[in-house]
């Protein structure tokens, strides 16, 4: 079983910057594929963004490339997403996921949601304009 907790949320100005953390525990012999996800009141949940434990590739959404990026400290087992130029529509429950010993999939599949097994509460972020 993994557990994940996030943390760093907060209110900043459009144009401002934030930094999350996902602290894994527990199972995460073999690496964790950890996403990070988003979810604004009465919209679906969305990938924002994702890094593999093997080949450390990256994936990110579209709304968010150049913007955001995600890091891994595998030291500490935290993954950080570094959040950039924030927009009001990047307000929401951010959320981190992990699946462990992740299989080869698509960047499609790595942001959706149904792959990940395990899930953090969450941490809320609000951007003013």
């Known amino acids: 079983e993994v557990r994940l907790v996030e943390s760093g949320g907060g209110s900043v100005q459009a144009g401002g910057s934030l930094t999350l953390s996902c602290t894994a525990s527990?199972?995460?012999?073999?690496?964790?594929?950890i996403g990070w996800f988003r979810q604004a009141p009465g919209k679906e949940r969305e990938g924002v963004a994702c890094?593999?434990?093997?080949?450390?590739?990256?994936y990110y959404a579209d709304s968010v490339k150049g913007r955001f990026t995600i890091s891994r400290d595998f030291t500490k087992n935290v993954v950080h997403l570094q959040m950039n130029s924030l927009k009001p529509e990047d307000s929401g429950m951010y959320l981190c996921?992990?699946?462990?010993?992740?299989?080869?999939?698509?960047?499609?599949?790595?942001?959706?949601?149904?792959?990940?097994?395990?899930w953090g509460q969450g941490t809320q972020v609000a951007v003013s304009s």
């Open positions: 890094i593999r434990p093997d080949t450390d590739t990256k």
């Open positions: 996921a992990a699946l462990p010993r992740p299989p080869p999939m698509t960047p499609t599949q790595a942001l959706g949601t149904r792959v990940y097994s395990a």
């Open positions: 527990g199972d995460t012999y073999g690496g964790l594929l």
